[in-house]
């Protein structure tokens, strides 16, 4: 999924209840949810870090060669200004776009 394009709030914002609750009828259940695809997209941000990050990677036997990479910089501050997983779990929820079921429901 492409976390960049996101319309989730990059700080902290108040969410109604009441629109976090509906889907499930119960606000704990709601945050549970919320909290695993949080850490999915954690999860998938730090991946995708680690990889960008590795095309930067040096590897030498010398402390004296330690340098400043621009590009490496740049791309650790691009995804530090991202919106955090949260909140990006938060957008996806009251967009609809997270399934979710529960396995000791029998209507399903």
Excluded: C
């Excluded at 945050?31 to 941000?45: E, F, P, V």
Aim: glycine share 2%; charged share 35%.
């Amino acid at each position: 999924m492409d976390y960049k394009n996101t319309n989730a709030a990059s700080s902290t914002i108040t969410y109604d209840r009441n629109k976090i609750e509906a889907p499930t009828e119960n606000l704990y259940e709601a945050i549970t949810i919320l909290a695993k695809r949080a850490q999915q997209i954690n999860g998938d941000l730090k991946t995708e870090l680690i990889e960008k990050l590795e095309e930067f990677a040096t590897y030498t036997d010398s402390l004296d060669e330690v340098f400043e990479n621009k590009e490496q910089i740049e791309v650790s501050k691009f995804y530090e200004k991202l919106p955090k997983p949260t909140a990006i779990a938060i957008e996806e929820w009251l967009d609809g776009k997270i399934y979710h079921r529960n396995p000791e429901d029998t209507n399903e």
